[in-house]
């Protein structure tokens, strides 16, 4: 058999994900009971819709306790706007974020975590037609547009 401790801790943390198991399955089935209600009133409505026609909508990401709302999208332009019209990967405006927030640029996990929040809002501001890309993959990098698409939209960033 194994050493008493270790299946001592195999137990516990078997235990402990069989229950956010159990946890996730009672929520989910809540969920698909307000859902068969939805349906229900939303045929009352419009009796020939099929509501499972709806495409789902994906969760909104959790909020980061290190920026303030609109905080990351103001960074990401500001680095751009000093750039002056060089290209700037992502991992550097997450790194400058690092150091400003006093924060080790080596932890992997929180530099992984800023990386990933600042393309999600570069992607977001390119599809406003504030920032372009450059390129695909990891060697994708951002700059201003020489031209904005939408002068309304540039306005409000300013």
């Known amino acids: 058999m194994g050493e008493p401790h270790v299946v001592s801790a195999l137990r516990e943390k078997r235990a402990e994900i069989s229950g956010v198991i159990v946890e996730l399955e009672r929520r989910i089935a809540l969920h698909r009971a307000g859902l068969v209600h939805l349906d229900a009133t939303l045929r009352l409505f419009i009796p020939d819709l099929e509501p499972e026609s709806i495409p789902p909508k994906k969760p909104p990401a959790a909020r980061s306790h290190y920026f303030a709302t609109g905080e990351l999208a103001r960074r990401c332009l500001d680095a751009l706007r000093v750039a002056e019209g060089r290209v700037v990967a992502a991992e550097e405006i997450a790194v400058a974020a690092l150091r400003d927030k006093g924060l080790d640029p ?18 977001t501001l390119k599809g406003k037609g504030t920032v372009e890309k450059v390129g695909h993959g990891l060697g994708a990098r951002w700059r201003l547009p020489a031209e904005p698409a939408d002068h309304a939209a540039w306005a409000r960033c300013q």
């Open 106 to 123: 080596e932890d992997r996990k929180t530099r992984s975590d800023f990386i990933q929040r600042v393309l999600n809002t570069l992607t």
